[in-house]
C-alpha cells in the first residue's frame, strides 16, 4: 500500500499538525530523515496495514519500503502526534509482531469453556521478503484445558524467521466454565473458614 510523504525542517511539528499533517521520521543505519504525511491518509493506511505490512513511502517520487514502528498518541484526544517509518533493505532482517489469526471452534466451547486468546501476535526476526501476512492457529480441536504454546505453532512460520518470545509462552487455552470455577472458590472458602474460627478459639483459650 501507498502512502506520500514529504520531506520537511525538523522542528515546528505544531504548524504542520495544524495543517492536518502528521510529522514524522523515516531511519535505518544509514538514514534519518525527518518528515510528513497527510494525517487523514496515514489513518486509512494504518488501520489497513498495521505495524507488520510493508508500506511503500514515496517521498519526492522515491519509493522507501518501510514499516511503522512507532505512533505516539495524544491519550486525550485519541490522535497521533508523530510516527516512526523503519526503512527495510532486502539484505537486513527486521524484527516484527505477526498477528495470529484463530481459526476453527474450540470443542471446549461447545462444553461450556471459555475460550482465552492471551497472544494475539508473535514478535520474530525475518528477512523482508519472508514476512508472513499473518499465522493460522487451528484450534478446532482444544478440549477445556488445553492450551496452545509458542513452541505448538513454532513450525507454521517461515524456517527462515527466528521467534524472539519465549517459546513456552501460553497462546491460548480453553477454561473452565465460570459458573463451575465459581462453585469451586465458594467450596474452598466455605472449607477455609471454619479453621481460621477454631484457630481463634485455641487461642483465646491459651490466652485463659
Given amino acids: 500500500m501507498r502512502l506520500e510523504a514529504e520531506q520537511r525542517t525538523a522542528g515546528k511539528t505544531s504548524a504542520l499538525r495544524r495543517e492536518g499533517r502528521l510529522p514524522g521520521i523515516i531511519y ?28 511503500d513511502l514515496e517521498i519526492a517520487g522515491e519509493d522507501y519500503p518501510v514499516l511503522v514502528k512507532t505512533v505516539q498518541m495524544d491519550k486525550r484526544h485519541r490522535l497521533p502526534l508523530h510516527v516512526d517509518f523503519f526503512a527495510i533493505t532486502a539484505d537486513q532482517p527486521v524484527d516484527i509482531n505477526v498477528p495470529l ?23 520474530i526476526s525475518v528477512l523482508p521478503r519472508f514476512i508472513p501476512e499473518h499465522i493460522e492457529v487451528d484450534i478446532s480441536e482444544l478440549a477445556i484445558g488445553d492450551s496452545i504454546h509458542i513452541r505448538d505453532i513454532m513450525g507454521l ?26 462453585e469451586e472458590v465458594a467450596e474452598e472458602e466455605e472449607e477455609i473458614e471454619p479453621e481460621v474460627i477454631s484457630k481463634g478459639v485455641e487461642e483465646e483459650i491459651e490466652e485463659e
Avoid: C, W, Y
Fill in 28 to 55: 535505518n543505519k544509514k538514514l534519518n530523515v525527518p518528515i510528513s504525511v497527510e494525517l487523514r491518509a496515514f489513518d486509512r493506511v494504518f488501520r489497513s496495514q498495521g505495524t507488520s505490512s510493508i508500506i
Fill in 157 to 182: 512460520f517461515p524456517t527462515e524467521a527466528t521467534i524472539l518470545d519465549d517459546e513456552g509462552l501460553t497462546v491460548v487455552t480453553v477454561l473452565a466454565p465460570r459458573a463451575v470455577v465459581a
Fill in 101 to 123: 489469526d484463530f481459526v476453527g471452534t474450540a470443542a471446549g466451547s461447545r462444553e461450556g469453556g471459555l475460550v482465552d486468546m492471551q497472544r494475539r501476535e508473535i514478535h
